[in-house]
């Protein structure tokens, strides 16, 4: 148990890999997080993905979905608006990945380097980097602290974004001043300057399962020492 008795914000960005959170990250995370004693409250940006991908087609669909609406599926229908979550009020932020942590967190996908974070997700990251109340993404997640510590000027930061498969985003961090740190695919980067733990997960694409559970478990007792 940690000496917090507060719970953690969980952040999802839908519900699918391709356009949304990554399912087997989130519910790897939920279960982590509540082997260790910790209670969890879900958050989503009340907003339009970007767009929906067919995921047995892989293509772009013709519709338009709501992310709080697809995050609800994960979080049995229990989760708020992302502008109500008052960072004050939590343990910690915790993020698993999927490509909708950077499709609908941030404008990276067009903007590259010079990307920036939607208002909702950005007010909360960089709230909490100030505050040095930890942080935990998993996959592509950390792309979007790095954008957050970019913003607040934070120096010697470390996270992980796998092992260099997204070169793009290795890159675009780099020039921020933030150095990608190669982490195997079952354990945990942990910044204890910064407050920040990234693991990778899916962002080695043969990941199994089990060593996607392994990373979000590491990633949570990173956590709980932190909050110890």
């Avoid at 082997?35 to 067919?54: E, K, T, Y």
């Amino acid at each position: 148990m940690t000496s917090s008795a507060l719970p953690v914000a969980v952040v999802l960005s839908g519900s699918g890999v391709y356009d949304g959170s990554e399912l087997t990250e989130a519910v790897s995370l939920v279960v982590a997080l509540s082997q260790a004693g910790l209670d969890v409250a879900f958050f989503a940006p009340n907003r339009p993905q970007m767009h929906v991908i067919d995921h047995a087609q892989g293509q772009v669909a013709e519709e338009s979905r709501n992310i709080l609406t697809e995050s609800a599926r994960i979080a049995r229908g229990k989760i708020r608006a992302l502008d109500a979550l008052e960072v004050a009020d939590y343990a910690a932020v915790v993020m698993p990945g999927g490509f909708g942590a950077v499709k609908n967190f941030t404008d990276f996908l067009t903007a590259g380097d010079k990307a920036q974070l939607a208002d909702d997700i950005g007010q909360v990251l960089r709230q909490a980097l100030q505050a040095k109340k930890p942080v935990v993404a998993l996959c592509a997640a950390p792309l979007a602290v790095a954008i957050a510590a970019r913003d607040v000027g934070l120096s010697n930061v470390q996270l992980t974004l796998g092992d260099c498969e997204y070169p793009d985003m290795v890159k675009a961090a780099a020039s921020w001043g933030i150095p990608h740190v190669v982490t195997p695919v079952d354990q945990a980067c942990v910044d204890h300057n910064n407050a920040i733990i990234t693991a990778p997960a899916y962002m080695y694409g043969d990941a199994t399962p089990a060593q996607v559970f392994t990373a979000a478990q590491q990633a949570v007792q990173a956590l709980v020492k932190l909050l110890s």
